[in-house]
């Protein structure tokens, strides 16, 4: 699916929707390392942006948003409309991430 046809609008300029396919949805459940969260820890002390946890966020978003573009494609989509993230602590220091929206067919104006 191309990128650039997954969007946290409810439409995509030069398309219309032919059919909605229902909502699809990424999940991936993390946690920090021990040495992650010492380095993070350390980070901590001189301020300024904590690239451990930016680098371990980033990565978590990735898979998850990947997850939901794979069950959008195993759906027969050609987009995802109205696209978000969702994250919870399930427990101290495990975070849940979900990347969702809306599986469409889009056909080209």
Do not use: P, W
Not at 2 to 17: C, E, K, M, P
Not at 31 to 45: D, E, L, Y
Not at 49 to 65: P, V, Y
């Amino acid at each position: 699916m191309d990128h650039a046809l997954v969007t946290t609008a409810f439409t995509i300029d030069g398309y219309r929707i032919v059919r909605n396919l229902g909502l699809v949805r990424g999940i991936t459940v993390r946690s920090r390392s021990i040495i992650g969260t010492f380095g993070a820890g350390i980070q901590t002390i001189f301020g300024g942006n904590i690239s451990l946890l930016q680098e371990l966020c980033e990565r978590t978003r990735q898979d998850a948003f990947m997850i939901m573009l794979q069950h959008a494609e195993a759906m027969g989509a050609t987009a995802v409309i109205g696209m978000r993230y969702d994250a919870n602590e399930v427990m101290s220091g495990v975070t849940e991430v979900l990347a969702y929206g809306t599986a469409v067919v889009l056909e080209k104006l």
